[in-house]
């Protein structure tokens, strides 16, 4: 039985020690600490947009060119190269995802962008709207239908004739800025006019390559941002992977659209749905809500537990306490990026916890009605209710598992944490709880040891 014992007193050190991570990883800043001190400093809570302030937007990527195989890979090169461009401008832990269409709009692709501490709209949207949209267009063939374009007569019977649409005469192709690998700033050696000379990764080279051999003697027209800039001849195919981006450009101009490029062309074109702007005092309201709820509601649960279980109670708080650090902790070393329903997932995954101990420890009641000792009873109680906790924790986890696939950014957080909070509650609930338990068996068996594992309003 002093195994036990001993196994108890190391998972209450090791529950402190997760504990003293937790809060000094928050709150100790002092450049004493050394490398300690760098280590805590980088694993502190990541606040959500709703929590911390910010820029939310919404963007609509339009992926009707892209094959349904890739509209994945379009999708997620689109948030690297959003990410790579708001790095550029310091941004604090910026988050950048992608969300698809539910039942109802099937097949939208939308990009959710959250930029911490940028409260300037217009800042955020110029950091994402800077980004071109590069793109190869081939000659349409001959054969292809032209769309009619109707003359329009005014008022006094002024025939006004349509613009000829350069766009009917191209049709894109799977070459976009998806797979620029390098732009850099050339000069032509003749008439020293400044020009942009790219370089595709191993993707785009293939692709360039097969384009360039399907078109000689034709022009392939550049885009950038749905404008035509260059509309080359072919001459012969190009198997490196390198094309040149001429025209009307001043070397400033030039030197700008390299390092847009650079920074990243988008794959598809996207356009903002919506944009918001959260105040740093709405987000301290809220996290000073969301600490309130949480420590209001754990005093409650533990004087309930307290009052109606006692010996068991008190071990049950131990057992919630060390399940808490556990999982503040993991919210950190991940990181978990909390958000106000995160912190709703969490609190109710401390109800879930608790639920585990109400089932054993009831089991373990009845046990003891039976006549079985206290150790019997423990064990008892345990191997009945494990089959009740597992049914319901496992029911917990498909609903939180069904939650982040199919839910939107905000939903995912409360899943996230709701579904981790199952999982780590199992363990603190079906191995701490019962190590504490078998480690108190000094109590005995007599008159003390049954009011100290009845009801609280029992003899």
């Known amino acids: 039985m002093w195994k036990k014992r001993i196994l108890a007193l190391i998972i209450l050190a090791l529950g402190f020690g997760v504990a003293l991570f937790v809060y000094k990883s928050e709150y100790k800043t002092n450049k004493n600490f050394g490398q300690a001190s760098h280590f805590l400093q980088n694993h502190q809570f990541h606040l959500g947009l709703d929590l911390s302030g910010g820029t939310h937007l919404v963007y609509q990527a339009d ?17 690297d190269v959003i990410e790579r461009r708001i790095n550029l401008f310091g941004v604090s832990e910026p988050v950048v995802q992608v969300e698809e269409g539910g039942v109802v709009a099937r097949g939208e692709q939308k990009l959710i962008i959250d930029l911490p501490g940028v409260t300037d709209v217009e800042k955020a949207t110029t950091m994402i709207g800077q980004t071109p949209l590069l793109e190869f267009k081939t000659e349409a063939p001959k054969d292809a239908p032209v769309p009619v374009q109707e003359a329009t007569v005014g008022k006094d019977g002024k025939v006004t004739l349509p613009k000829l649409n350069l766009d ?181 995954s401390i109800g ?44 917990s986890i498909i609903t939180a598992i069904i939650l ?11 899943a996230l944490t709701l579904g981790m909070g199952v999982l780590i509650s199992m363990f603190s609930a079906i191995t701490v709880t019962r190590i504490f338990l078998s480690a108190i068996d000094f109590v005995g068996n007599g008159k003390v040891a049954r009011f100290l594992f009845s009801s609280g309003i029992s003899k």
């Open 168 to 348: 009917s005469r191209f049709v894109a192709t799977e070459l976009t800025g998806r797979y620029l690998k390098q732009a850099t700033l050339e000069f032509d050696q003749n008439t020293r006019e400044p020009k942009v000379s790219l370089q595709f990764d191993d993707t785009g080279t293939k692709l360039f390559a097969d384009i360039t051999k399907n078109n000689v003697g034709k022009m392939v027209a550049i885009y950038l941002d749905g404008s035509p800039v260059s509309t080359p001849v072919v001459r012969e195919e190009i198997p490196n992977g390198q094309a040149v981006i001429s025209g009307n450009f001043t070397p400033t101009e030039a030197k700008q659209l390299v390092g847009r490029l650079n920074s990243g062309a988008l794959p598809v074109p996207i356009t903002l749905l919506s944009r918001q702007t959260i105040g740093s005092t709405l987000g301290a309201s809220a996290i000073n809500s969301g600490v309130k709820a949480g420590i209001f509601g754990f005093l409650i649960i533990a004087l309930f537990l307290i009052l109606w279980y006692r010996l068991p109670g008190i071990i049950a708080i131990l057992s919630l306490s060390i399940y808490i650090s556990i999982m503040l902790a993991l919210f950190k070393l991940m990181p978990v990026t909390l958000t106000a329903a995160g912190i709703a997932g969490f609190i109710i």
């Open 63 to 79: 992926v009707s060119a892209v094959p349904a195989g890739q509209v994945s890979d379009a999708m997620n090169s689109l948030r």
């Open 404 to 414: 982040f696939w199919f839910g939107t950014s905000l939903i995912k957080g409360f």
């Open 352 to 395: 879930i916890a608790v639920d585990a101990n109400v089932l054993i420890f009831e089991r373990v009641k009845e046990e003891l009605r039976l006549g079985h000792s206290v150790a019997d009873a423990v064990k008892g109680g345990f191997a009945h209710a494990w089959f009740s906790i597992r049914d319901s924790n496992i029911s």
